[in-house]
């Protein structure tokens, strides 16, 4: 299938603020210095880094985040009998980046915005201090007949807001908030550096309340997930746990495959799609898109999903500069693979494709892509999406039982 090819669902799975990002799964370092034996010290407060998750609270995701500051550095001086002037004893705790999740929290929420629309809300990014706001496809096709929307800042002051571009095939979108100045820009971060167990805050306005902020960890990378309308909670079940998912010839179906997804256990509710993920920095690192539920309520059960942030700032700055996104084309169509080795079977290549021009065949069985595993015809559905036109990816497939590798240049989708 290309990227926005036909795909048929089988029985089988489910097709990131500051000045620097903080290291990798890092925790800051406390010690303490004892002079003269004064009175123990008070036990630091928990920060960010070292935190648990606060409060349980999508759709495309919110966090709800528990604040908490490290202890403060005592001031000391010394004499000639080098007494300690202050106590308790000082605390030091080595030099980093990462944050309290109450600083996190404090930096982050100016950026980020409440949308309603006559049919639904969501959240939004704040990209500009002119009204630039990034936000999920799905929560702009909901704000009403024409794109008209309401965009509610954290200051509790509010704007008409109209569409600038979308682009279904990752569920990003780009608006305006009409007649404003001054916005304070999120900051964005590079999602390529996250690491399972980073720590990370969700913030939007999860069931309608705006500035929401939960903690969490980067619960795993590279996920395939199907997102669809905020008004249709089975669009936003991975394969697998509602109803299953096709897409015809020629046309898109209501929900859309993603590929690389962020999987965070952040506490995340509708209202939340197209709010932000961040990092123990305070840097964007994602956008809350999805949730998974376990069928017929919108109850969170702790699994929530973000579009890499880097791959939101290729989309957006598409839609600013052109109003439209140009997207990669493999050419095949693919369904999941019934045997014993997961991977998607090509049913079909396109005349002239770059799938074809890599001598790509009817029958073989594409076992990864880049360096993801395949599991299923959406993994291929989602990576391809997340490609650029021009990038060469290796394609890993079994043909005959024997496994070969093949390098494809994909083109653009026409």
Request: net charge neutral; glycine share 16%; charged share 15%.
């Amino acid at each position: 299938m290309n990227a926005n090819e036909p795909h048929e669902q089988g029985a089988g799975g489910w097709s990131q603020f500051g000045d620097q990002p903080p290291s990798a799964g890092g925790f800051p370092r406390r010690e303490t210095v004892i002079m003269n034996q004064p009175p123990p010290p008070k036990p630091p407060r928990r920060g960010f880094a070292v935190g648990r998750k606060t409060i349980a609270g999508l759709a495309l995701a919110a966090v709800a985040v528990g604040g908490g500051a490290v202890g403060a550095v005592a001031a000391t001086a010394f004499q000639d009998n080098t007494r300690v002037v202050s106590a308790p004893s000082p605390v030091f705790k080595a030099a980093s980046n990462q944050l309290t999740v109450a600083q996190v929290a404090q930096k982050v929420q100016p950026s980020v915005v409440m949308i309603q629309g006559q049919t639904g809300e969501g959240s939004g990014v704040v990209l500009s201090d002119d009204g630039l706001i990034l936000t999920n496809n799905h929560v702009v096709v909901g704000a009403g007949q024409g794109g008209q929307m309401t965009v509610k800042f954290n200051d509790g002051k509010t704007a008409k807001a109209s569409v600038v571009g979308t682009d279904p095939s990752t569920d990003l979108a780009v608006i305006r908030a009409d007649g404003v100045s001054g916005l304070t820009k999120a900051s964005l971060g590079d999602s390529d550096q996250l690491q399972v167990g980073d720590a990370v805050l969700a913030i939007g306005s999860p069931l309608g309340l705006d500035g929401s902020v939960t903690a969490g960890i980067v619960s795993a990378l590279n996920r395939t997930v199907t997102v669809g309308g905020e008004q249709d909670q089975q669009q936003q079940l991975p394969p697998g746990w509602g109803q299953q998912r096709e897409q015809q010839q020629g046309q898109e179906s209501g929900a859309t495959t993603l590929g690389d997804a962020i999987q965070t256990d952040a506490a995340i509710n509708p209202g939340n799609s197209g709010g932000a993920l961040v990092n123990a920095a305070g840097q964007v690192i994602g956008i809350n898109s999805a949730i998974a539920t376990n069928g017929g309520s919108s109850g969170n059960i702790g699994v929530g999903f973000a579009i890499p942030v880097n791959t939101a700032k290729q989309v957006s700055d598409q839609l600013i500069s052109g109003g439209k996104v140009t997207h990669a084309f493999l050419g095949v169509s693919v369904t999941d693979a019934t045997g014993d080795v997961p991977g998607a079977l090509i049913r079909q290549v396109t005349s002239g494709s770059p799938a074809d021009k890599a001598g790509l065949k009817e029958g073989d069985l594409i076992t990864k892509i880049g360096n993801t595993p395949v599991e299923g015809g959406d993994t291929v559905v989602g990576q391809v999406r997340g490609f650029k036109v021009g990038q060469q990816v290796q394609i890993t497939y079994m043909r005959d039982g024997k496994s070969s590798n093949v390098s494809v240049t994909l083109e653009e989708k026409k």
